[in-house]
């Protein structure tokens, strides 16, 4: 699992995850993940269109990040994922969270979720 960080405009926090979310991927990234999570108030887009699989602990590290971004006044929204990754986020009740499209089109929606 590899992680990549990027700023894009309006201080908005891009991580880039490519790999399978299962329990040597989730090792290998969660402590980095959760830091890039930062920000007053944080706003994530997590592109997962690298993201072949995804486990229940790959889930848990998702949920807990947007719940950790949600209570500090943020927003985290899931950019791309794969037919079987966005299968398992709409199982797992995270498909509210998905956007697809351009990472402009994801920073759209978390600027105008940051207003409600």
Request: proline share 3%.
């Amino acid at each position: 699992m590899n992680l990549e960080f990027s700023q894009l405009p309006d201080d908005i926090s891009r991580i880039k995850l490519n790999g399978d979310l299962d329990i040597s991927g989730v090792g290998a990234v969660e402590t980095s993940f959760f830091a890039y999570c930062a920000g007053n108030p944080p706003r994530v887009v997590v592109d997962l269109a690298g993201v072949g699989f995804v486990s229940s602990l790959g889930i848990r590290m998702l949920l807990q990040a947007i719940k950790s971004v949600s209570a500090r006044g943020g927003r985290l929204v899931l950019l791309n994922p794969v037919k079987i990754v966005d299968s398992a986020l709409d199982v797992s009740g995270l498909g509210q969270f998905v956007v697809r499209g351009s990472e402009a089109e994801a920073s759209a929606v978390l600027l105008q979720l940051s207003k409600k």
